[in-house]
Protein backbone atom coordinates (compact mmCIF):
# COMPACT_ATOMS: atom_id res chain seq x y z
CA UNK A 1 0.00 0.00 0.00
CA UNK A 2 1.58 3.50 -1.57
CA UNK A 3 2.01 6.41 1.36
CA UNK A 4 -0.25 8.97 1.56
CA UNK A 5 1.31 12.48 -0.18
CA UNK A 6 1.14 15.47 1.53
CA UNK A 7 1.90 18.43 -0.48
CA UNK A 8 2.19 21.73 0.92
CA UNK A 9 2.04 24.96 -0.37
CA UNK A 10 4.11 27.38 0.65
CA UNK A 11 7.58 27.77 3.28
CA UNK A 12 6.74 29.88 5.54
CA UNK A 13 6.28 29.68 9.33
CA UNK A 14 2.64 27.68 8.83
CA UNK A 15 3.91 25.49 5.71
CA UNK A 16 7.36 24.36 7.28
CA UNK A 17 6.43 23.77 11.11
CA UNK A 18 3.38 21.30 9.19
CA UNK A 19 6.22 19.66 7.25
CA UNK A 20 8.54 19.34 10.08
CA UNK A 21 5.88 17.52 12.19
CA UNK A 22 4.56 15.06 10.47
CA UNK A 23 8.58 13.87 9.52
CA UNK A 24 8.18 10.78 11.51
CA UNK A 25 4.94 9.80 10.38
CA UNK A 26 4.49 6.88 7.73
CA UNK A 27 3.33 10.40 4.76
CA UNK A 28 5.44 11.48 2.01
CA UNK A 29 5.53 15.21 2.03
CA UNK A 30 6.21 17.81 -0.76
CA UNK A 31 7.05 21.38 -0.06
CA UNK A 32 6.16 24.07 -2.96
CA UNK A 33 7.49 27.78 -3.01
CA UNK A 34 8.52 29.91 -5.33
CA UNK A 35 11.21 30.86 -2.97
CA UNK A 36 14.30 28.43 -2.20
CA UNK A 37 14.46 29.85 1.47
CA UNK A 38 12.31 30.36 4.98
CA UNK A 39 11.96 34.06 5.41
CA UNK A 40 12.37 35.05 9.02
CA UNK A 41 10.21 38.50 8.36
CA UNK A 42 9.92 40.07 12.03
CA UNK A 43 13.52 41.07 11.31
CA UNK A 44 12.86 41.98 8.09
CA UNK A 45 13.16 45.96 9.01
CA UNK A 46 16.55 45.24 10.24
CA UNK A 47 17.49 44.19 6.58
CA UNK A 48 16.13 47.37 5.52
CA UNK A 49 17.65 49.78 7.84
CA UNK A 50 21.28 48.02 7.71
CA UNK A 51 21.38 46.35 10.88
CA UNK A 52 20.91 42.65 9.82
CA UNK A 53 22.03 40.82 6.15
CA UNK A 54 19.52 38.88 4.60
CA UNK A 55 21.36 35.52 4.84
CA UNK A 56 21.21 36.20 8.82
CA UNK A 57 17.55 35.76 8.52
CA UNK A 58 16.72 33.61 5.70
CA UNK A 59 17.45 30.28 5.44
CA UNK A 60 17.13 27.64 2.69
CA UNK A 61 13.92 25.31 2.78
CA UNK A 62 16.43 22.44 1.34
CA UNK A 63 18.35 22.84 4.69
CA UNK A 64 15.69 23.14 6.94
CA UNK A 65 14.44 19.86 5.69
CA UNK A 66 17.14 17.62 5.83
CA UNK A 67 16.03 15.92 9.56
CA UNK A 68 12.58 15.38 7.63
CA UNK A 69 13.73 12.70 5.10
CA UNK A 70 10.23 12.16 3.97
CA UNK A 71 9.72 15.48 3.00
CA UNK A 72 11.24 17.02 -0.17
CA UNK A 73 11.31 20.67 -1.74
CA UNK A 74 10.19 21.86 -5.07
CA UNK A 75 10.65 25.68 -6.56
CA UNK A 76 7.87 27.19 -8.11
CA UNK A 77 4.68 28.65 -8.08
CA UNK A 78 1.23 26.72 -8.58
CA UNK A 79 -0.30 26.99 -11.58
CA UNK A 80 -3.52 25.26 -11.32
CA UNK A 81 -4.99 22.38 -9.10
CA UNK A 82 -6.99 19.19 -10.33
CA UNK A 83 -9.57 18.21 -7.70
CA UNK A 84 -10.73 15.53 -9.69
CA UNK A 85 -7.92 14.34 -10.22
CA UNK A 86 -6.05 15.63 -7.12
CA UNK A 87 -2.98 17.08 -8.59
CA UNK A 88 -1.28 20.19 -7.92
CA UNK A 89 0.51 21.40 -11.22
CA UNK A 90 3.23 24.28 -11.09
CA UNK A 91 4.62 26.50 -13.20
CA UNK A 92 7.60 24.58 -13.69
CA UNK A 93 5.76 22.08 -15.47
CA UNK A 94 5.53 19.27 -12.61
CA UNK A 95 2.79 18.08 -10.85
CA UNK A 96 2.07 16.46 -7.82
CA UNK A 97 -0.60 13.92 -6.60
CA UNK A 98 -2.12 14.41 -3.13
CA UNK A 99 -4.01 12.96 -0.43
CA UNK A 100 -3.87 15.84 1.55
CA UNK A 101 -3.06 19.10 0.51
CA UNK A 102 -1.89 22.28 2.88
CA UNK A 103 -2.49 25.67 1.32
CA UNK A 104 0.07 28.11 4.15
CA UNK A 105 0.55 30.88 0.98
CA UNK A 106 0.73 33.56 2.86
CA UNK A 107 -0.10 37.24 2.47
CA UNK A 108 0.98 40.30 0.19
CA UNK A 109 0.81 43.65 0.77
CA UNK A 110 -2.63 45.55 0.45
CA UNK A 111 -2.67 48.93 -1.34
CA UNK A 112 -6.12 49.27 -1.07
CA UNK A 113 -6.93 50.75 -3.68
CA UNK A 114 -5.01 54.13 -2.82
CA UNK A 115 -3.70 56.10 -6.17
CA UNK A 116 0.07 56.23 -6.71
CA UNK A 117 0.64 53.54 -3.91
CA UNK A 118 1.60 50.35 -6.28
CA UNK A 119 3.63 52.77 -8.10
CA UNK A 120 5.72 54.88 -5.62
CA UNK A 121 5.84 52.66 -2.24
CA UNK A 122 7.22 49.75 -1.28
CA UNK A 123 5.93 47.40 0.98
CA UNK A 124 8.44 45.02 3.52
CA UNK A 125 7.63 41.47 3.06
CA UNK A 126 10.51 40.48 0.94
CA UNK A 127 14.07 40.50 1.19
CA UNK A 128 13.54 42.30 -2.15
CA UNK A 129 11.62 45.11 -0.39
CA UNK A 130 13.89 45.24 2.44
CA UNK A 131 16.96 45.99 -0.16
CA UNK A 132 15.24 48.20 -2.19
CA UNK A 133 14.28 50.44 0.77
CA UNK A 134 18.22 50.29 2.05
CA UNK A 135 19.10 51.48 -1.10
CA UNK A 136 16.59 53.79 -1.48
CA UNK A 137 17.77 55.45 1.77
CA UNK A 138 21.41 55.54 1.39
CA UNK A 139 21.54 56.49 -2.44
CA UNK A 140 19.35 59.66 -1.01
CA UNK A 141 22.32 60.65 1.23
CA UNK A 142 24.11 59.75 -1.65
CA UNK A 143 22.75 62.13 -4.06
CA UNK A 144 22.08 64.90 -1.46
CA UNK A 145 25.76 64.99 -0.34
CA UNK A 146 26.55 66.67 -4.00
CA UNK A 147 23.31 68.36 -3.84
CA UNK A 148 22.24 69.32 -0.27
CA UNK A 149 19.17 71.33 -1.52
CA UNK A 150 17.68 67.88 -1.63
CA UNK A 151 17.60 67.84 2.31
CA UNK A 152 15.10 70.92 1.79
CA UNK A 153 12.94 69.32 -0.82
CA UNK A 154 12.44 66.27 1.43
CA UNK A 155 14.56 63.73 -0.82
CA UNK A 156 15.71 62.21 2.51
CA UNK A 157 12.01 62.56 4.77
CA UNK A 158 10.42 59.12 4.57
CA UNK A 159 7.05 58.51 5.48
CA UNK A 160 5.75 55.06 6.76
CA UNK A 161 2.21 54.45 6.18
CA UNK A 162 0.67 51.60 9.04
CA UNK A 163 1.33 52.09 12.30
CA UNK A 164 1.42 48.18 13.76
CA UNK A 165 4.44 46.48 14.64
CA UNK A 166 6.11 46.50 11.26
CA UNK A 167 5.54 50.70 11.34
CA UNK A 168 6.67 51.18 14.39
CA UNK A 169 10.11 49.39 14.71
CA UNK A 170 10.88 50.29 10.84
CA UNK A 171 10.10 53.98 11.92
CA UNK A 172 12.31 53.61 15.19
CA UNK A 173 14.95 52.08 13.20
CA UNK A 174 15.30 54.49 10.70
CA UNK A 175 15.33 57.72 12.88
CA UNK A 176 18.30 55.69 14.61
CA UNK A 177 20.14 54.57 11.02
CA UNK A 178 19.97 58.74 10.38
CA UNK A 179 21.04 60.13 13.51
CA UNK A 180 23.54 57.55 14.69
CA UNK A 181 25.06 56.29 11.51
CA UNK A 182 24.45 58.44 8.32
CA UNK A 183 24.71 61.57 10.32
CA UNK A 184 28.28 61.12 10.58
CA UNK A 185 29.18 59.32 7.37
CA UNK A 186 27.67 63.12 5.73
CA UNK A 187 28.62 65.22 7.97
CA UNK A 188 28.18 68.18 5.64
CA UNK A 189 24.01 67.09 5.83
CA UNK A 190 21.85 68.80 8.18
CA UNK A 191 20.24 65.41 8.64
CA UNK A 192 18.08 66.98 12.00
CA UNK A 193 16.38 68.76 8.81
CA UNK A 194 14.44 65.37 7.65
CA UNK A 195 11.51 63.81 8.50
CA UNK A 196 10.37 60.90 9.72
CA UNK A 197 6.52 60.45 9.33
CA UNK A 198 4.52 57.62 10.86
CA UNK A 199 0.74 57.80 9.47
CA UNK A 200 -1.83 55.40 11.29
CA UNK A 201 -5.54 55.43 10.80
CA UNK A 202 -6.70 54.01 13.83
CA UNK A 203 -6.62 56.24 16.83
CA UNK A 204 -3.35 54.61 18.21
CA UNK A 205 -0.60 53.26 17.27
CA UNK A 206 -0.50 49.39 18.08
CA UNK A 207 -4.03 49.13 18.28
CA UNK A 208 -4.37 45.84 19.48
CA UNK A 209 -2.04 46.50 22.54
CA UNK A 210 -3.08 48.03 26.04
CA UNK A 211 -3.21 52.03 25.79
CA UNK A 212 -0.47 52.07 28.16
CA UNK A 213 1.69 50.23 26.06
CA UNK A 214 0.21 52.58 23.01
CA UNK A 215 0.92 55.60 25.44
CA UNK A 216 4.37 54.40 25.78
CA UNK A 217 4.99 53.69 22.06
CA UNK A 218 3.63 57.15 21.06
CA UNK A 219 5.89 58.77 23.67
CA UNK A 220 9.32 56.81 23.00
CA UNK A 221 8.46 57.47 18.71
CA UNK A 222 8.13 61.32 19.32
CA UNK A 223 11.37 61.35 21.91
CA UNK A 224 13.32 60.01 19.04
CA UNK A 225 11.83 62.26 16.69
CA UNK A 226 9.35 60.98 14.62
CA UNK A 227 5.74 62.79 13.35
CA UNK A 228 2.86 61.01 14.49
CA UNK A 229 0.04 61.16 12.68
CA UNK A 230 -2.79 58.98 13.94
CA UNK A 231 -6.32 58.96 13.20
CA UNK A 232 -4.95 60.34 9.28
CA UNK A 233 -5.92 58.39 6.05
CA UNK A 234 -3.60 58.37 3.22
CA UNK A 235 -5.57 59.65 -0.24
CA UNK A 236 -2.49 59.66 -2.78
CA UNK A 237 1.50 58.48 -3.30
CA UNK A 238 3.22 60.35 -5.95
CA UNK A 239 6.79 60.62 -6.61
CA UNK A 240 8.17 63.04 -4.30
CA UNK A 241 4.68 63.56 -1.86
CA UNK A 242 2.60 61.31 -0.08
CA UNK A 243 -1.48 63.55 -0.04
CA UNK A 244 -3.11 63.02 3.59
CA UNK A 245 -6.66 62.86 3.96
CA UNK A 246 -6.77 66.66 5.40
CA UNK A 247 -4.70 67.78 2.33
CA UNK A 248 -1.62 68.02 4.37
CA UNK A 249 0.98 67.55 1.29
CA UNK A 250 4.10 65.81 2.68
CA UNK A 251 7.65 65.90 0.59
CA UNK A 252 8.98 62.25 0.46
CA UNK A 253 12.09 60.48 -0.65
CA UNK A 254 10.96 57.13 0.38
CA UNK A 255 7.50 55.64 1.19
CA UNK A 256 7.03 52.61 2.95
CA UNK A 257 3.66 50.71 2.98
CA UNK A 258 2.72 48.82 6.02
CA UNK A 259 -0.56 49.41 6.37
CA UNK A 260 -2.10 45.87 6.09
CA UNK A 261 -1.52 42.68 4.06
CA UNK A 262 -3.98 40.61 1.75
CA UNK A 263 -3.89 36.67 1.51
CA UNK A 264 -2.23 35.37 -1.69
CA UNK A 265 -5.49 35.39 -4.14
CA UNK A 266 -5.56 31.50 -3.96
CA UNK A 267 -9.53 31.29 -3.02
CA UNK A 268 -10.25 33.30 -6.48
CA UNK A 269 -7.72 31.98 -8.39
CA UNK A 270 -8.98 28.01 -7.33
CA UNK A 271 -12.26 28.50 -6.87
CA UNK A 272 -12.30 28.06 -3.35
CA UNK A 273 -14.51 29.56 -0.26
CA UNK A 274 -13.58 33.01 0.56
CA UNK A 275 -13.81 35.39 3.63
CA UNK A 276 -12.92 38.63 4.52
CA UNK A 277 -9.06 40.07 2.68
CA UNK A 278 -8.64 36.96 0.35
CA UNK A 279 -8.63 34.87 3.23
CA UNK A 280 -9.79 31.05 2.84
CA UNK A 281 -12.61 29.82 4.73
CA UNK A 282 -12.30 26.79 7.07
CA UNK A 283 -13.93 24.80 9.19
CA UNK A 284 -13.34 24.52 12.80
CA UNK A 285 -10.67 22.16 12.09
CA UNK A 286 -8.78 23.94 9.33
CA UNK A 287 -10.06 21.74 6.81
CA UNK A 288 -11.41 23.77 3.82
CA UNK A 289 -15.25 22.71 3.30
CA UNK A 290 -16.13 20.86 0.85
CA UNK A 291 -12.78 19.76 -0.16
CA UNK A 292 -11.71 16.57 1.59
CA UNK A 293 -8.23 16.43 2.41
CA UNK A 294 -7.52 19.93 1.77
CA UNK A 295 -6.35 22.49 4.96
CA UNK A 296 -5.33 26.29 4.72
CA UNK A 297 -3.45 27.45 7.78
CA UNK A 298 -1.75 31.13 8.47
CA UNK A 299 -2.25 34.24 6.67
CA UNK A 300 -4.16 32.14 4.01
CA UNK A 301 -6.79 31.06 6.66
CA UNK A 302 -9.82 32.61 8.00
CA UNK A 303 -9.64 31.12 11.10
CA UNK A 304 -11.53 32.25 14.21
CA UNK A 305 -10.89 32.85 18.08
CA UNK A 306 -13.56 32.24 20.98
CA UNK A 307 -15.38 35.41 20.31
CA UNK A 308 -15.93 34.69 16.82
CA UNK A 309 -12.96 37.42 15.69
CA UNK A 310 -10.88 36.44 12.41
CA UNK A 311 -7.12 35.56 13.84
CA UNK A 312 -4.32 37.89 12.95
CA UNK A 313 -2.41 37.27 10.43
CA UNK A 314 0.74 36.95 12.57
CA UNK A 315 3.63 33.85 12.82
CA UNK A 316 2.50 32.36 16.39
CA UNK A 317 -0.74 31.92 14.40
CA UNK A 318 0.59 30.26 11.14
CA UNK A 319 2.89 27.92 13.42
CA UNK A 320 0.22 26.74 15.99
CA UNK A 321 -2.03 26.23 12.35
CA UNK A 322 0.97 24.18 11.20
CA UNK A 323 1.15 22.10 14.04
CA UNK A 324 -2.24 21.59 14.45
CA UNK A 325 -2.74 20.49 10.97
CA UNK A 326 -0.04 17.96 10.70
CA UNK A 327 -1.75 16.51 13.74
CA UNK A 328 -4.95 16.21 11.82
CA UNK A 329 -3.48 14.43 8.66
CA UNK A 330 -1.40 12.55 11.20
CA UNK A 331 -5.22 11.70 12.52
CA UNK A 332 -7.08 11.15 9.49
CA UNK A 333 -4.31 8.21 8.38
CA UNK A 334 -5.01 6.47 11.37
CA UNK A 335 -8.63 6.50 10.86
CA UNK A 336 -9.43 8.67 13.62
CA UNK A 337 -11.78 12.08 13.46
CA UNK A 338 -9.91 15.46 12.98
CA UNK A 339 -10.58 17.59 15.97
CA UNK A 340 -10.93 21.76 16.46
CA UNK A 341 -8.09 24.04 16.56
CA UNK A 342 -7.89 26.35 19.27
CA UNK A 343 -5.36 29.51 19.42
CA UNK A 344 -3.16 29.90 22.20
CA UNK A 345 -1.80 34.17 22.66
CA UNK A 346 1.26 33.79 23.84
CA UNK A 347 1.64 37.61 23.52
CA UNK A 348 2.68 40.50 21.44
CA UNK A 349 5.73 42.58 21.60
CA UNK A 350 7.06 45.85 19.27
CA UNK A 351 10.70 47.14 19.59
CA UNK A 352 10.38 51.09 19.16
CA UNK A 353 15.08 51.29 19.50
CA UNK A 354 17.42 50.70 21.54
CA UNK A 355 16.04 49.60 25.53
CA UNK A 356 12.23 50.29 24.59
CA UNK A 357 9.88 47.90 23.44
CA UNK A 358 6.90 46.72 24.79
CA UNK A 359 5.04 43.70 25.38
CA UNK A 360 1.67 42.20 26.35
CA UNK A 361 1.77 38.81 27.60
CA UNK A 362 -0.73 36.58 29.14
CA UNK A 363 -2.27 36.93 32.66
CA UNK A 364 -2.54 40.69 31.56
CA UNK A 365 1.73 41.23 32.09
CA UNK A 366 2.66 44.35 30.41
CA UNK A 367 6.10 44.60 30.04
CA UNK A 368 7.84 48.18 28.58
CA UNK A 369 11.58 49.86 28.08
CA UNK A 370 14.51 48.23 29.01
CA UNK A 371 12.71 45.30 29.81
CA UNK A 372 10.22 44.75 27.33
CA UNK A 373 13.45 45.19 25.32
CA UNK A 374 15.44 42.52 26.72
CA UNK A 375 11.89 39.81 26.45
CA UNK A 376 11.63 41.47 22.82
CA UNK A 377 15.50 40.21 22.08
CA UNK A 378 15.12 37.02 23.61
CA UNK A 379 12.60 35.85 21.68
CA UNK A 380 13.12 36.90 18.52
CA UNK A 381 16.76 35.74 18.62
CA UNK A 382 15.13 32.01 20.39
CA UNK A 383 12.68 31.72 17.73
CA UNK A 384 14.99 32.73 14.67
CA UNK A 385 15.65 29.48 12.67
CA UNK A 386 19.47 28.23 12.31
CA UNK A 387 22.24 28.07 15.12
CA UNK A 388 24.20 29.81 12.76
CA UNK A 389 21.35 32.44 12.15
CA UNK A 390 20.82 32.95 15.85
CA UNK A 391 24.97 33.36 16.30
CA UNK A 392 25.32 35.99 13.49
CA UNK A 393 22.01 38.55 15.02
CA UNK A 394 23.57 38.06 18.39
CA UNK A 395 26.99 39.63 17.23
CA UNK A 396 25.38 42.14 15.34
CA UNK A 397 23.58 43.28 17.67
CA UNK A 398 25.92 43.73 19.82
CA UNK A 399 28.56 45.02 17.78
CA UNK A 400 25.62 47.74 17.33
CA UNK A 401 24.98 48.51 20.74
CA UNK A 402 28.62 49.09 21.70
CA UNK A 403 29.04 50.90 18.08
CA UNK A 404 25.70 51.99 16.91
CA UNK A 405 27.12 50.79 13.32
CA UNK A 406 25.62 49.41 10.80
CA UNK A 407 27.72 47.29 8.62
CA UNK A 408 25.07 46.63 5.82
CA UNK A 409 24.75 50.28 4.59
CA UNK A 410 25.90 49.28 1.26
CA UNK A 411 24.71 50.51 -2.00
CA UNK A 412 24.00 47.93 -3.95
CA UNK A 413 21.69 48.87 -6.49
CA UNK A 414 21.71 52.97 -7.68
CA UNK A 415 18.91 54.63 -8.08
CA UNK A 416 19.63 57.90 -9.69
CA UNK A 417 17.81 59.56 -12.75
CA UNK A 418 20.58 61.49 -14.49
CA UNK A 419 18.04 63.38 -16.09
CA UNK A 420 16.47 64.75 -13.35
CA UNK A 421 19.54 64.94 -10.55
CA UNK A 422 16.86 63.51 -8.07
CA UNK A 423 15.62 59.93 -7.00
CA UNK A 424 14.13 57.79 -9.27
CA UNK A 425 10.81 56.58 -9.02
CA UNK A 426 10.45 53.70 -6.59
CA UNK A 427 10.01 50.23 -7.42
CA UNK A 428 6.27 49.80 -6.03
CA UNK A 429 4.58 47.35 -3.99
CA UNK A 430 3.55 45.40 -6.78
CA UNK A 431 7.32 45.51 -8.35
CA UNK A 432 8.79 42.27 -6.96
CA UNK A 433 11.53 40.19 -8.63
CA UNK A 434 11.89 36.66 -8.54
CA UNK A 435 14.91 37.03 -6.24
CA UNK A 436 13.65 38.80 -3.54
CA UNK A 437 9.73 37.82 -4.06
CA UNK A 438 9.18 35.68 -0.85
CA UNK A 439 5.66 35.71 -1.18
CA UNK A 440 4.65 32.63 0.60
CA UNK A 441 6.36 33.73 3.91
CA UNK A 442 3.61 33.98 6.74
CA UNK A 443 3.27 36.28 9.78
CA UNK A 444 4.61 39.61 10.56
Known sequence: MSRPKVVIVGAGFGGLTAARALRRDPVDVVVIDRANHHLFQPLLYQVATAGLAPTDIAYPVRGLLRRAPSASFRLGAVSSIDWSERVVSTTTGDSWPFDHLVLAAGARTADFGIPGVAEH???????????????????????????????????????????GPTGVELAGAITELYSKVLAKDFPNLDVSATRIVLVELAEAVLSPFAPKLQDHAAAQLRRR?????????????????????????????????????????????????????????????????????????????????????????????????????????????????????????????????????????????????????????????????????????????????????????????????????????????????VAGGHEAAEGE
Do not use: C
Not at 145 to 163: E, H, K, T, W, Y
Not at 291 to 303: M, P, T
Open 225 to 433: GVELRTSTAVTEVSPDAVVLADGERVPVGTVVWAAGVRAEPLAEQFGLPAARGGRIEVGPDLSVPGYEGVWAIGDLAASYDDAGELLPQVAPVAMQGGRHVAEQIRRRVQGRPSTAFRYRDKGSMATIGRRAAVAQLPGGVLLRGTLGWLAWLWLHLVTLIGFRNRVSVLVDWAWNYLTWDRPGRLLLVAEEDPGTGGLAPQSGINGRD
Open 121 to 163: AIGLKTVGDALRIRSHLINGFELADRDPSLVAAGALNVVIVGG
